[in-house]
């Protein structure tokens, strides 16, 4: 064993005790297993929500991105703030709800909101379709971050295997407290590693930022402006207004928003959470500094560049730290991830087919169901596919669609009702889907379209079409009475 997979090796066992620790002198049932009793403090929300920042997406994709596309790469810290900013109105209000009607996860919510089981079971297969592939993605990052950091004395998909039963083993023991325990541990090394990476490797091959940024002027000029058409102005501001409206919509992040104990914390963490952003920044400094420095890397080889040029830079034990880093940024959001998928399901499914569930066998179904989600989400992590990459594409598109429901649901008169809500969501999750998976744009029916349009993102235009069907269908069904079933379900529901 190698310096570097020591090192590794010692971060994973650490995480894993941690994770275990963490279900210490807790009482669990369902609540405090979810969303920790509602008893996290403004430390331990900061830390959970910027774990849905930190992944290995980022920490590969960020300078990935900003290696192979430039300046289109900050999309990513402008839709974060974005998010930041409307989350401070935003989720006091779904967790003052929610708190009041007991909810614990985002389908919950929609179906107490519209009265409707029916609008639970939608938004729970809406909201896994839409996290297996982001739990994918952490896994087969870990595999490659740890393989690559250990010089290839693991392989990828070993390390995957090992990642996942790690992960899979505290979630189920310690639930959400697992996932907030070792966000201490990841986000103190994400923040020392990615800090002096940010900084030491463009001073270290240019003598400093400016310099840096200047050489790649020189070179590529091209690398730090948006591009004419494609990944164009009017792509960079459709996506950003639509991940920014999906950040919270994401299964994880809204259940990591019901375990706060209170409106105060989620509106301190809205105002502190940007300034953590700006770490990304140096995420970028290290992809920029690897075009001129290792160019060549093709297509997802890009994903590497950060890895590759601290190989080429830095001693193995340094490599050790950053895999552990790397590690991490992993495990966390998997945890959470795998937390919310189980619960969404356990509530919208289990519970309603079996309603007299005690809150023991709510937890046997959650551990099961976290079981089955990370044995799927392995298979697909080892058999890779077209679908999983048509799939990640979609991801935010498709929970984007959830965006109108949820904003009608958080005024005092809604104007939608469940038909429309429902309607307008399966419009959107459609188009979305087909267009996506035929490869189709605006120019396909429109050729003589400007480029200024056929770049808007394929959510936003899918968006506003759900949102119009939203508007007749509630519109025409005003006055069709809710079922008395229905109501009775609800009722179990609360």
Request: with cysteine; aromatic share 12%.
């Amino acid at each position: 064993m190698n310096i570097s997979l020591l090192i590794i090796s010692i971060f994973l066992v650490l995480a894993l005790y941690l994770g275990i620790k963490a279900r210490k002198g807790k009482d669990m049932d369902m609540e405090q297993f979810a969303v920790g009793g509602r008893g996290f403090g403004t430390f331990f929300i900061f830390l959970l929500i910027a774990g849905e920042i930190y992944t290995t997406f980022t920490f590969l994709g960020g300078s990935g991105w900003a290696y192979s596309k430039g300046a289109a790469a900050y999309y990513v810290p402008a839709y974060i703030f974005l998010a930041y900013v409307l989350s401070y109105w935003l989720v006091p209000k779904i967790w003052r709800y929610s708190k009041r009607h007991s909810i614990i996860s985002q389908p919950e919510y929609f179906a107490s909101k519209y009265k409707s089981r029916t609008m639970g079971m939608i938004v729970a297969v809406l909201g896994s379709l839409a996290l297996v592939p982001y739990i994918v993605i952490q896994l087969k990052g870990l595999g490659i971050i740890v393989s690559e950091a250990s010089y290839g004395a693991i392989s990828p998909v070993a390390a995957s295997v090992i990642g996942a039963v790690v992960v899979t083993t505290y979630v189920m023991i310690s639930g959400i407290h697992g996932s907030a325990w070792t966000a201490i541990l990841k986000d103190f090394m994400i923040l020392v590693v990615v800090i002096f990476l940010g900084i030491y490797i463009p001073f270290h091959y240019f003598g400093g930022i400016q310099p840096m940024f200047e050489t790649v002027q020189a070179a590529k000029p091209e690398m730090l402006v948006l591009a004419d058409q494609g990944l164009s102005q009017s792509w960079f501001v459709s996506t950003v207004l639509l991940n920014a409206l999906g950040f919270y919509l994401l299964p994880q992040t809204f259940m990591v928003v019901l375990s706060s104990n209170g409106e105060r914390t989620l509106r301190k963490n809205a105002i502190a959470l940007p300034l953590y952003t700006l770490l990304l920044l140096f995420v970028f400094f290290i992809g920029f500094t690897a075009i001129m420095e290792i160019p060549g890397l093709q297509g997802a080889d890009g994903d590497l560049s950060l890895l590759r040029l601290a190989i080429q830079t830095f001693d193995p034990w340094v490599i050790g730290v950053i895999g552990a880093a790397g590690l991490l940024t992993a495990l966390v959001p998997a945890s959470v991830m795998l937390m919310a998928a189980s619960v969404g399901l356990t509530n919208s499914f289990y519970k309603v087919l079996v309603p007299a569930a005690t809150e023991t066998h709510q937890l046997i179904v959650s551990r099961i169901i976290i079981i089955g989600i990370s044995i799927i989400a392995l298979i697909v992590t080892v058999t890779g596919g077209e679908a999983l990459a048509i799939l990640n594409i979609m991801s935010y598109s498709l929970i984007t669609q959830l965006a109108p429901s949820l904003f009608c649901s958080l005024s005092k008169t809604n104007m939608i009702n469940k038909f429309g809500a429902m309607a307008g969501i399966l419009a959107g999750v459609l188009i979305v889907l087909y267009a996506t998976i035929a490869d189709l744009k605006v120019a396909t029916f429109l050729p003589d379209i400007p480029h200024v349009i056929n770049d808007i993102s394929t959510g936003v235009i899918a968006l506003l079409f759900n949102i119009l069907v939203t508007f007749i269908v509630s519109a025409l069904t005003k006055h069709i009475s809710m079922q008395q079933t229905e109501m009775n379900d609800l009722d179990k529901i609360s």
